[in-house]
């Protein structure tokens, strides 16, 4: 999409701080922080997010699930929260699905 500010990220029109990269998913470090570790897990095509993934998009799902434990592998990250927001109701802001890893001492509990 055009205007979806996760997408020029992918086209490489807007910079980021990549993690992981293959054909079909990218992670890069957030630009605001909420743990020591906070890395950004998308599938390279847009969609909206988790709520609106449809029926022939679940393979791509999980090759980003699979990336997510490839990535906290790679990073050797001990423990982590893994979050994914859903409309802005739900606290999302940017409306290309991300999952969000965050790792490091102190995490809030629920
Ligand atoms: P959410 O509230 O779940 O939609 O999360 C959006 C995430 O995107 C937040 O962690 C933002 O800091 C992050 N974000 C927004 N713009 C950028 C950007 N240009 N580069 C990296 N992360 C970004
Ligand atoms: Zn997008």
Known sequence: MSDCIFCKIVAGEIPSE?????????AFLTIKPK?????????????????????????LLQ?????????????????YRLITNNGELGGQ????????????KNLPSF
């Open 93 to 104: 802001e940017v409306f290309h699905m991300h999952w969000h890893i965050l790792a490091g």
């Open 18 to 26: 990549t993690v992981y990269e293959d054909d079909a998913v990218l």
């Open 63 to 79: 090759k980003v699930l699979q990336s997510v434990q490839h990535i906290a592998r790679q990073e050797k990250l001990e423990g």
């Open 35 to 59: 743990a020591d570790t906070h890395i950004l897990v998308i599938p390279k095509q847009h969609i909206v997010n988790f709520a609106d993934v449809q029926e022939h998009e679940w393979p």
